[in-house]
């Protein structure tokens, strides 16, 4: 039941992709289902630990530091995942005041909606293509994580 996880499409993803653009991202999500598929059992215990639909600053380093330590992602994936600039000391004085926000690191929030939202205005903004391939790849990375976790719970 897991393995289909894995493999079932993840509803979403697609829909602000534009149709020449579906292949590439069925190819993508192929890549990393093979990817956690050979690293089954790390992931698993991995996506028990993480929601990435409510996960905090912290806790997204973290998960991307174990799937990197586990091969199950590379180092621009793990980069992506793992940069998060409520984590800087200094981010309340600089990002934070030119915002008007304040850091919250521990604050959960759902980063797979963060990153189809963030790819959406990409395509509206026609932003280069491998930028817009290394954001498929993080919401592919999310959305399989997300799925076998909702696997795992039914």
Same mark, same amino acid.
Request: charged share 15%; hydrophobic share 30%.
């Given at each position: ?100 926000? $304040? ?39 999310? $959305? ?11």
């Amino acid at each position: 039941m897991i393995v289909n996880a894995l493999n079932s499409s993840h509803i979403g993803l697609t829909t602000n992709i534009p149709k020449t653009s579906q292949s590439q991202v069925n190819k993508e999500n192929h890549v990393t289902r093979d990817l956690f598929s050979n690293n089954h059992k790390l992931v698993t215990n991995i996506s028990k630990q993480y929601d990435v639909t409510s996960i905090s600053p912290v806790e997204m380093a973290k998960m991307s530091q174990q799937l990197f330590d586990t091969g199950n992602i590379n180092l621009k994936q793990h980069s992506m995942l793992s940069f998060q600039p409520e984590l800087n000391p200094e981010y309340n004085t600089t990002i934070g005041k030119m915002t008007n926000t $304040a850091g919250q690191p521990n604050e959960p929030r759902n980063f797979l909606g963060e990153w189809e939202s963030r790819l959406a205005d990409q395509l509206n903004q026609n932003v280069p293509n491998e930028v817009i391939q290394n954001t498929k790849e993080i919401i592919s990375i999310l $959305a399989n994580i997300n799925t076998l976790r909702s696997s795992q719970l039914t």
